[in-house]
């Protein structure tokens, strides 16, 4: 008896297995498009993200690694992040970050050296005079741009020293040593690195505009005098449907004053919840940010402030806002991800789902010899009273335990049905199941089919 059942359990088990592709319907396939730096690396672009360094690992780093030609630090080079506690110095997350970027075939783009914002405590609280604020300021950087010397393509040297208005912001710099605190500050980067491309940053200066043009006095005259500046950095921090009409003008300005142009920070936020209309005008607003680099030679490339909406700083400055990223909280490509994927002149072998349910794995935690996954199905322009996902697993790993799905496994393919209580998705919704698996070797994301 007990032999019969476990060869029956084994064969319905062979069939089940054998049957995975077959059961479900082809799955969207988009990994046989390039990925976006390889895209970007052939219009001669640059296609950065900010990173945060204790992610990168899992699903989080194979994307930064595939997708992306160039890393931003999120936080973990800001004078706050290094330098907490005066003369006690914290380099980890960004020596992280650099070593990812190298072991990558990545750039790295510095992020930023003087800044009013997320700077020291023993700083800001410090009364300081002129002499003693400049040496602070230009000891940090011969210290910090020296660290990585010839390793960083570009530093963001100053960080949004205009008020919207086009005057002068007024901050820690800016009282205590005047304006020139930008040609200071140039000036020493240059000595510390000679190599890095040395940039000013900031936001709200897409289009043309009161502070863009401040900005663009200023670059004038920096070069006039001789100072040494490389680039103006746009930070394009938009809002859904707001794409500033100018901004391929404002790029060209810069660029016919002898500076390069990139786009650093890039996110477009909505009003969550996200929907097919805010995720359709969304990427068709990645897609004319994109553009107008695209039409400027010295437009280096652009950078997105975070790749997935579960790493973005949105939701928490902006409450109610979010899904501001081309990937969702869950690593799924997003319209504005295949947006961008055009723009570069791919995305022509697969089109994205419109109407469709779809299921996107990720690794939510990986160590030594175990790892959890999740799998969210989500349904937009369709709904499901009842769902299962197929995979095979390409590396051995193994499934030991799931929960709100029943997942069988034979041999390397996975199948797993919904619990009793979670087969409905509605329109415009998702359902998560997790699981618990061991692995060795390798973890690779596997391609998921919905049936
Ligand atoms: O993404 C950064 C976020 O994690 C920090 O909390 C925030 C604090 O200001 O800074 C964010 O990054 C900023 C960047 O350094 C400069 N431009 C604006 C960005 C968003 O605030």
Same mark, same amino acid.
């Given at each position: 008896?007990?032999?019969?059942?476990?060869?029956?359990?084994?064969?319905?088990?062979?069939?089940?297995?054998?049957?995975?592709?077959?059961?479900?319907?082809?799955?969207?396939?988009?990994a046989a498009d390039p990925p976006l730096r390889d895209l970007a690396a052939a219009k001669g672009k640059v296609m950065g993200t900010a990173v945060?360094g204790s992610k990168l690992t899992g699903t989080y780093g194979d994307i930064t690694a595939r997708e992306f030609s160039a890393l931003t630090p999120?936080?973990?080079?800001?004078?706050?992040?290094?330098?907490?506690?005066?003369?006690?110095?914290?380099?980890?997350?960004?020596?992280?970050?650099?070593?990812?970027?190298?072991?990558?075939?990545?750039?790295?783009?510095?992020?930023?050296?003087?800044?009013?914002?997320?700077?020291?405590?023993?700083?800001?609280?410090?009364?300081?005079?002129?002499?003693?604020?400049?040496?602070?300021?230009?000891?940090?950087?011969?210290?910090?741009?020296?660290?990585?010397?010839?390793?960083?393509?570009?530093?963001?040297?100053?960080?949004?020293?205009?008020?919207?208005?086009?005057?002068?912001?007024?901050?820690?710099?800016?009282?205590?040593?005047?304006?020139?605190?930008?040609?200071?500050?140039?000036?020493?980067?240059?000595?510390?690195?000679?190599?890095?491309?040395?940039?000013?940053?900031?936001?709200?200066?897409?289009?043309?505009?009161?502070?863009?043009?401040?900005?663009?006095?200023?670059?004038?005259?920096?070069?006039?005098?001789?100072?040494?500046?490389?680039?103006?950095?746009?930070?394009?921090?938009?809002?859904?449907?707001?794409?500033?009409?100018?901004?391929?003008?404002?790029?060209?300005?810069?660029?016919?004053?002898?500076?390069? +142009?990139?786009? #650093?920070?890039?996110?477009?936020?909505?009003?969550?919840?996200?929907?097919? *209309?805010?995720? /359709? @005008?969304?990427? !068709?607003?990645?897609?004319?940010?994109?553009?107008?680099?695209?039409?400027?030679?010295?437009?280096?490339?652009?950078?997105?402030?975070?790749?997935?909406?579960?790493?973005?700083?949105?939701?928490?400055?902006?409450?109610?806002?979010?899904?501001?990223?081309?990937?969702?909280?869950?690593?799924?490509?997003?319209?504005?991800?295949?947006?961008?994927?055009?723009?570069?002149?791919?995305?022509?072998?697969?089109?994205?789902?419109?109407?469709?349910?779809?299921?996107?794995?990720?690794?939510?935690?990986?160590?030594?010899?175990?790892?959890?996954?999740?799998?969210?199905?989500?349904?937009?322009?369709?709904?499901?009273?009842?769902?299962? +996902?197929?995979? #095979?697993?390409?590396?051995?790993?193994?499934?030991?335990?799931?929960?709100? *799905?029943?997942? /069988? @496994?034979?041999? !390397?393919?996975?199948?797993?049905?919904?619990?009793?209580?979670?087969?409905?998705?509605?329109?415009?919704?998702?359902?998560?199941?997790?699981?618990?698996?061991?692995?060795?070797?390798?973890n690779p994301v596997p391609v998921v089919a919905l049936g």
């Open positions: 008896m007990r032999t019969l059942r476990s060869l029956r359990t084994g064969l319905s088990l062979a069939v089940l297995g054998t049957c995975v592709a077959a059961l479900f319907t082809a799955p969207a396939v988009y945060t999120g936080n973990a080079m800001k004078w706050g992040s290094v330098e907490p506690t005066r003369g006690s110095f914290n380099w980890a997350e960004a020596d992280q970050i650099v070593a990812f970027a190298e072991a990558h075939g990545q750039q790295v783009r510095g992020h930023t050296l003087v800044w009013h914002s997320q700077n020291p405590g023993w700083l800001t609280n410090g009364n300081w005079t002129p002499a003693e604020l400049g040496g602070l300021m230009n000891d940090h950087i011969a210290l910090e741009v020296g660290r990585y010397k010839g390793r960083l393509a570009t530093w963001d040297v100053v960080n949004e020293p205009f008020n919207e208005d086009g005057t002068y912001r007024q901050t820690l710099w800016y009282n205590g040593l005047g304006a020139d605190y930008i040609a200071q500050a140039l000036t020493a980067a240059r000595t510390a690195d000679p190599s890095a491309k040395l940039y000013i940053n900031d936001y709200n200066v897409e289009g043309v505009n009161a502070k863009s043009t401040a900005l663009y006095n200023l670059v004038k005259s920096l070069k006039e005098r001789g100072v040494p500046i490389d680039g103006v950095g746009l930070q394009a921090h938009l809002i859904l449907g707001q794409v500033p009409s100018s901004m391929q003008q404002n790029i060209q300005r810069f660029a016919d004053l002898g500076v390069d +142009v990139a786009i #650093t920070e890039l996110d477009i936020r909505m009003q969550l919840p996200s929907d097919r *209309a805010k995720l /359709t @005008q969304q990427a !068709a607003d990645y897609k004319a940010v994109m553009n107008a680099c695209l039409a400027v030679s010295r437009c280096a490339g652009v950078t997105v402030w975070g790749f997935t909406d579960s790493d973005s700083w949105i939701p928490s400055t902006f409450p109610g806002q979010g899904a501001a990223t081309p990937y969702d909280e869950n690593y799924a490509p997003k319209p504005a991800y295949h947006a961008i994927a055009e723009s570069l002149g791919g995305g022509t072998t697969t089109p994205p789902p419109t109407d469709a349910c779809t299921a996107a794995y990720s690794v939510t935690s990986e160590w030594n010899t175990g790892f959890t996954g999740q799998v969210r199905v989500s349904c937009s322009g369709a709904a499901l009273s009842s769902w299962k +996902v197929g995979w #095979t697993f390409g590396a051995g790993q193994r499934i030991t335990q799931a929960w709100n *799905a029943s997942c /069988t @496994q034979s041999g !390397a393919a996975v199948i797993c049905s919904n619990a009793s209580y979670n087969g409905t998705v509605p329109d415009g919704g998702s359902v998560t199941f997790g699981f618990n698996g061991s692995w060795s070797g390798s």
